[in-house]
């Protein structure tokens, strides 16, 4: 049931594409969309991603519509939210992400990821003060009923990072000693984030001799890592490559999870060079880690 289940959402995804892409004008498109959108089995994230992604072609305001659709069908749903959010970040529209994060917060007041994915929006969002209030609580584990030792490295490296870049314009003098020193940068640090922590996939990072490491989110291999995560409520993960073999390095990606078609699971990879110098630079895209039972290489790059 579960493949034959894949082969319909797969053909139907194409149907769909397939015919707004036979539009000809921006009032064409606009006119199949609408006539799609009154089928009921349509109405689900991946479809409004996509669609919205089409739309950037002929109209960015109008695919900002389409996108923001999924706020109405998922409301309360953090899932959903969270694929809204993810897809803001990537393309830069980190106010309106911002509103997004502080829906999913309302909504999720216990779950870690909440705080982090707030501290880290405010962050972008120039709210300096507010941002690093929030990484204070967490680092310090002071917000009572969330343990977040589980991710006390992610916590650290953005607040080292907060100082290398915007240091007069927080109050840092209450951090730890190791956390105050000027000289913080990581060669190239990538993050993944994803919208489900019961998903289960693997990630496999091969150096430029063809050695490889594979980590691995499912229960057999990571169970106590997995368990703090639905406990804590985050889904998270960093990978940091440093003072490290050059030439190119390749990310694989593998879903090992059967996923419901109408809220599936979004990955979230943000990579950043240079992470913490002032040549840094950074790039957030959205993965639909649901359609990826087989493996598919993520990225490659040359460090």
Not at 178 to 192: E, G, T
Not at 193 to 204: A, H, I, K, M, R
Not at 228 to 248: F, H, L, P, S
Request: aromatic share 14%; charged share 25%; with cysteine.
């Amino acid at each position: 049931v579960g493949s034959e289940m894949c082969i319909r959402d797969r053909n139907n995804t194409e149907s769909y594409l397939d015919e707004l892409k036979k539009a000809a004008t921006f009032d064409e498109a606009k006119s199949i969309y609408k006539t799609q959108k009154l089928e009921k089995t349509l109405q689900s994230v991946p479809y409004f991603v996509d669609v919205s992604d089409y739309f950037q072609r002929w109209n960015k305001e109008y695919s900002s519509e389409v996108l923001n659709e999924i706020a109405k069908i998922g409301y309360t749903n953090d899932k959903a939210l969270k694929t809204l959010a993810f897809k803001l970040e990537e393309r830069g529209a980190y106010e309106k992400a911002k509103i997004v994060y502080q829906r999913i917060a309302a909504i999720r007041p216990n779950d870690a990821q909440s705080y982090m994915s707030l501290a880290n929006i405010y962050k972008k969002t120039k709210n300096y003060q507010e941002s690093m209030r929030l990484y204070k609580q967490m680092l310090g584990n002071t917000i009572e009923g969330i343990d977040f030792s589980g991710m006390q490295n992610i916590i650290t490296n953005e607040i080292q990072h907060m100082l290398a870049f915007h240091r007069t314009k927080v109050e840092y003098y209450d951090l730890p000693n190791d956390l105050r020193s000027a000289n913080f940068k990581k060669d190239v640090r990538i993050v993944f984030e994803w919208n489900d922590p019961y998903n289960e996939f693997e990630l496999q990072f091969v150096n430029p001799s063809k050695k490889y490491y594979t980590w691995y989110h499912n229960k057999l291999n990571n169970g106590n890592k997995m368990l703090d995560e639905v406990k804590n409520g985050y889904a998270m993960q960093e990978y940091i490559i440093d003072d490290a073999q050059t030439g190119q390095w390749i990310v694989n990606l593998k879903n090992l999870t059967e996923e419901p078609s109408l809220n599936p699971t979004y990955l979230k990879y943000t990579l950043y060079k240079n992470y913490g110098l002032e040549n840094e630079s950074s790039e957030v895209r959205l993965v639909k880690l649901f359609s990826h039972n087989n493996k598919i290489t993520l990225d490659k790059f040359v460090y």
